[in-house]
């Protein structure tokens, strides 16, 4: 299976939070650190997101309404295609109120979201406008508990989030989120690295993307139980073949994929 324009960013906030009683001095204060990782892009040199605010929206027993708070973040542009495979980039760290549940977070893009493409054009990304006010992701209900550290983890898949119309482009993220010690993840090595290979692993509705690390290592994480098809991608210049298995896999399990690595193996001329 060989996919063009298929352009995969994967933007992840982790968000830590160490819980406490609403109220309580700092000294037993929850902690909100959130960092930036999981990046790919299949034809994007790179990719400029540009954060202006993140706010969680939060309810506990004595505002069953909820109420929108805005993060001690001062805003920031990051270029993606640095934070592959696991690498991350802290945004905040601060305190936060415990014993609140967590159920929507919202991001506001600044005006400089840009991709360099790997002809080395710049390209200029406008907002929809369906996310002026801010791109809200919806959460499984999550409960913040006095003394207890839950991650949050938001994936935006770049793939669905670049468009382009009439010579214009536009940034309209496609977003999920989910607990860091939600779900399995997929790892694994491809070689040989001159296929210029990328990752595609699907679930019915779910298409996830990246490329390797130089020495071939691939990682996916935040995964549903279940089988997976892992397509491996040869570029289609590099006389390589294209690889397509299933694996399955286990409720929170880490999957490691054997060998080690998947050894792509040369097209005949015929292919």
Not at 131 to 157: F, H, Q, R
């Amino acid at each position: 299976m060989r996919k063009s324009n298929c352009n995969n960013l994967l933007l992840v906030f982790f968000i830590i939070l160490i819980g406490c009683d609403k109220g309580d001095s700092f000294d037993n204060a929850a902690r909100l650190r959130v960092k930036l990782t999981d990046a790919a892009s299949l034809v994007i040199k790179e990719m400029h997101i540009d954060i202006s605010e993140i706010s969680l929206y939060a309810t506990d027993s004595l505002n069953a309404n909820g109420e929108w708070i805005a993060l001690e973040y001062s805003g920031g542009e990051y270029n993606l295609l640095k934070l592959m495979n696991g690498k991350s980039i802290q945004l905040l760290d601060q305190y936060f109120p415990s014993n609140v549940k967590i159920e929507k977070m919202r991001i506001l893009f600044g005006n400089n979201n840009r991709i360099i493409t790997n002809t080395d054009s710049l390209v200029h990304l406008q907002k929809v406008s369906e996310i002026a006010d801010g791109l809200e992701i919806e959460l499984s209900e999550i409960e913040l508990m006095p003394n207890v550290i839950t991650y949050l983890m938001i994936d935006i898949n770049a793939a669905l989030s670049v468009t382009e119309s009439n010579g214009n482009w536009f940034l309209n993220p496609a977003a999920r989120a989910f607990e860091e010690n939600w779900g399995g993840s997929i790892s694994g090595f491809v070689a040989p690295i001159e296929a210029n290979p990328n990752i595609a692993i699907v679930k019915e509705e779910t298409v996830l993307f990246t490329i390797p690390e130089p020495d071939g290592m691939f990682k996916f994480i935040g995964l549903e139980e279940g089988v997976w098809q892992i397509h491996i991608m040869a570029h289609p210049e590099s006389m390589f073949r294209d690889t397509i298995f299933t694996d399955t896999l286990a409720a929170g399990e880490k999957k490691e994929l054997t060998p080690r690595p998947i050894r792509l193996q040369l097209a005949t001329p015929e292919e």
